[in-house]
């Protein structure tokens, strides 16, 4: 794995991933559900995108996996353009990007073995045979904190948050350099959700992985990402560093959804 070169002081590090007036309106619709959204990713960076249910976070994280595509602006992936039609830029995306999922119970085909829902991203993107892959599908496992013998299972052989940890090892399986997950702990019960979240900030380092998640808890937000952005009604309020942002939010809505958030009493 080659690692991130951290840049000369002063110099400009291209993003990663970047959005330039980004909006986007399902078929049908009457109004747009992401409206110029600007935001930059910088390699190795953790983005956190929050907001309430229907702020337009899951829409902008599908925009830059490239499973839907914006109707205005500009998506670009290490500086250049991102252009579906393009056959080796989006297999270079692909390479480089991978996603994990909300659900562990629904993004998992029941009826494949582990061993060949790991190896999928190896397989789609030609990087390895069913022979090579087997190497590199057990050590994923392993990294994740799974037994040798969960190859050779099926999803409905582990609990939530094994499942979530088979999600992660398939994303991580062919080494990609951008992490994409969309609320990756919100339907496992506490105590799983904990260890789940260590494991991504143990890999985000060891890996110097840029991770984007969309996430409603912010406690989650502030264990992961360096930086957060705010999303209402599909437009971007407020971004900043995760400290600022949660500690002295600048937006109202920031501040509003802040003391929303269920506190025991003392």
Known sequence: MTPVRKPTEGARVTPVLELTD??????????DVVRDVSLAVE????????GESGAGKTTLLRILLGLARPTAGT????????????????????RGVQCVFQDPYSSLDPSRRVAAIVAEPLRSLGLDSRTTAV?????????????ADAASRYPHEFSGGQRQRIAIARAIVCDPRVLLADE??????????????DLLAELK??????????S????????????TAVLERGR??????????????????????????????A
Request: glycine residues 6%.
């Open 22 to 31: 980004v909006a986007a309106r399902y078929r049908g619709a009457a109004a």
């Open 43 to 50: 390699p190795g960076q953790s983005l956190a995108l929050v």
């Open 75 to 94: 998506v670009r992936f290490d500086g250049e353009p991102l252009d579906p039609r393009d056959r080796r830029q989006m297999r270079r995306f692909r």
């Open 135 to 147: 190497p590199k599908v057990a050590a994923a496992l392993e990294r994740v904190g799974l037994p």
């Open 184 to 197: 990756p702990v919100s339907a496992l019960d506490v105590t799983t959700r904990v260890k789940v979240v």
């Open 205 to 214: 380092e060891e890996r110097q992985l840029t991770l984007v998640m969309v």
């Open 216 to 227: 409603h808890d912010l406690s989650v937000v502030a264990s992961l990402c360096e930086r």
């Open 236 to 265: 971007l309020v407020e971004q900043g560093d995760t400290a600022q942002v949660l500690g002295a939010p600048a937006h109202p809505y920031t501040r509003r959804l802040i003391d929303s958030v269920p506190r025991l009493p």
